[in-house]
T-cell receptor, first 113, second 110 residues
Framework: DTGVSQNPRHKITKRGQNVTFRCDPISEHNRLYWYRQTLGQGPEFLTYFQNEAQLEKSRLLSDRFSAERPKGSFSTLEIQRTEQGDSAMYLC???????????FGPGTRLTVL | SQQGEEDPQALSIQEGENATMNCSYKTSINNLQWYRQNSGRGLVHLILIRSNEREKHSGRLRVTLDTSKKSSSLLITASRAADTASYFCASMEYGNKLVFGAGTILRVKS
């Protein structure tokens, strides 16, 4: 068990470009979450998967954001037409069925120039 | 914002002293959790207290929950330099998402 992994760890992009982040959860966990964290704030919930089904999406997740978990294992978060306001740390977490504790990955830090 | 509030925003203490952080949340909850975040290890779960519990202990950590006031506190006893980090409370509503507070930055001076 190597924990939750995220790639890339850092991404610098120009405004208007598309970016995609990947999250690999702990292997036996069927729940996967995406959060966004800006400097000086706590993480904010973006979306949640149970296996491959996306069960909840935050109003923060505009139509430029899309998340997938095609086989119920890894997940991707894509941001289209990035804006400077998208600059943040994007965190992925996973948890097991019936468990409340979430295990977080190291995050992907996005900088939009 | 959906986030709860934490106070103090920052706390600086000497090694060996106790640190207390407070958190308020906004909705009915299933449980409340505390997480620690530092640059080296990311967000790490510390302790969970269920809505029907009032106090819980884990090692040097003591958490209280007052659902009538929608508030919680985290006490770290006999602090160590390694406790230096940001601490976040996170409420879990009757679903699966966590709603985090803005955090308390704790600095323990050796």
């Amino acid at each position: 068990d190597t924990g939750v992994s995220q790639n890339p760890r850092h991404k610098i992009t120009k405004r208007g470009q598309n970016v995609t982040f990947r999250c690999d959860p702990i292997s036996e966990h069927n729940r996967l979450y995406w959060y966004r964290q800006t400097l000086g704030q706590g993480p904010e919930f973006l979306t949640y998967f149970q296996n491959e089904a996306q069960l909840e999406k935050s109003r923060l997740l505009s139509d430029r954001f899309s998340a997938e978990r095609p086989k119920g294992s890894f997940s991707t978060l894509e941001i289209q037409r990035t804006e400077q306001g998208d600059s943040a740390m994007y965190l992925c977490a996973s948890s097991g069925d019936g468990a409340n504790e979430q295990f977080f990955g190291p995050g992907t830090r996005l900088t939009v120039l | 914002s959906q986030q709860g509030e934490e106070d103090p925003q920052a706390l600086s203490i000497q090694e060996g002293e106790n640190a207390t952080m407070n958190c308020s949340y906004k909705t009915s909850i299933n449980n409340l959790q505390w997480y620690r975040q530092n640059s080296g290890r990311g967000l790490v779960h510390l302790i969970l207290i269920r809505s029907n519990e009032r106090e819980k202990h884990s090692g040097r950590l003591r958490v209280t929950l007052d659902t009538s006031k929608k508030s919680s506190s985290l006490l770290i006893t006999a602090s160590r330099a390694a406790d230096t980090a940001s601490y976040f409370c996170a409420s879990m509503e009757y679903g699966n998402k966590l709603v985090f507070g803005a955090g308390t930055i704790l600095r323990v001076k050796s």
